[in-house]
């Protein structure tokens, strides 16, 4: 048997029997042709067996041949079956072209994206960049460079997740703003938005793994009249136009001085029990960066001022949303995402 007369009986099985799988019409249809064509006794196993006639240095190209032409029958009947079975595209009555299409639900951002979105937007229009760290820093970058002494007890081990003893899980977004100001000089302003991680007890409040949003400036002349006016816009713009804000001394490490802010409460205006009838709500923090900060990036306290403020999202998304457990934020129950 010589090479060409096996490859045109190889290409004869091949063609009769795709042709008839083509035209099968039913299950019984294609597994009569499986079995004639490729079955133990068809027609490629007979073409194969008079393989062997052929001279030695020719069987493997046409060993090769017979291999892909069963290949192409066996995907051919696969295929055939598919679109012959309920609902595929050759089955009679399969789709009921009058029905009405299948309503597909669109999804949506999770209500701490459109939290976080919608404040990256009102500082970009005060023109604020965005800024982003890695979350797994250095213990530099998390204490040191803030003005956070050693014996401060954030940096006790009950309080921060350590990877080793210089690396650690951030516990807050003020990383980034080492970072920024480390790769380059004033004039500096951005917002730094991102997960941190604290080794808290999780309750309806608190979690050990949250988000943040902090901002940065740093200029010449920069003032804490220009902390609270772009505050004063950002909590209206997130809350309403007549939110008010209310600045009360406070102490951070890394800002002198410092200030824990409040917004009237935005569900009574002048007493509730979510206020607990004062009629404010704490919501962030701020203050002036302290000079001891610029010193540790190389920037000039006589020369540079600056602030900084930070707020927790899933807080401000539970004021803004109504939600009263922090829980529900990371359990990905499509019941409750659904509703925003």
């Not at 976080?116 to 979350?135: I, N, R, S, T, Y």
């Not at 609270?228 to 951070?252: C, D, E, I, Q």
Request: aromatic share 8%; glycine share 8%; hydrophobic share 40%.
């Amino acid at each position: 048997m010589s090479a060409s007369s096996g490859e045109n009986a190889l290409r004869e099985v091949e063609a009769k029997g795709l042709a008839a799988i083509e035209a099968a019409r039913d299950a019984a249809a294609i597994e009569a042709a499986r079995v004639k064509y490729v079955g133990r006794s068809g027609e490629l196993r007979e073409a194969m067996k008079l393989l062997r006639t052929a001279p030695a240095e020719e069987r493997p190209a046409l060993g090769k041949l017979a291999n892909v032409v069963k290949e192409k029958l066996t995907a051919a009947i696969e295929a055939r079956r598919e679109a012959l079975a309920p609902g595929g595209a050759s089955a009679g009555g399969g789709v009921d072209v009058t029905r009405p299409g299948e309503h597909r639900a669109s999804g949506h951002l999770h209500p701490l994206t459109q939290i976080e979105d919608e404040l990256k937007h009102v500082f970009a229009c005060l023109g604020f960049k965005v800024a982003e760290g890695p979350e797994v820093e250095t213990e530099r970058h998390n204490f040191s460079a803030l003005n956070i002494p050693l014996e401060h007890p954030s940096r006790d081990a009950f309080d921060t997740f350590y990877v080793s003893d210089r690396v650690l899980l951030r516990s807050h977004t003020s990383t980034v703003q080492i970072r920024v100001m480390e790769s380059g000089p004033p004039p500096v302003r951005v917002v730094m938005p991102g997960r941190v991680y604290r080794p808290d007890r999780v309750d309806a409040t608190h979690h050990y793994c949250f988000h943040q949003i902090e901002g940065l400036a740093v200029d010449e002349n920069i003032c804490f009249a220009d902390l609270k006016a772009v505050l004063n816009l950002a909590m209206r713009a997130l809350f309403g136009k007549a939110t008010r804000t209310r600045f009360r001394p406070s102490f951070f490490p890394f800002t002198e001085p410092s200030a824990e802010v409040d917004i009237s409460c935005p569900f009574c205006g002048d007493g509730c029990g979510i206020c607990k009838g004062s009629g404010w709500i704490e919501v962030l923090g701020a203050g002036m960066v302290d000079p001891a900060v610029f010193e540790a990036v190389g920037y000039d306290p006589e020369r540079y001022t600056g602030f900084a403020f930070g707020m927790g999202l899933e807080r401000l998304a539970m004021l803004r949303f109504g939600i009263d457990d922090i829980r529900l934020f990371l359990e990905n129950d499509l019941r409750f995402l659904e509703q925003f």
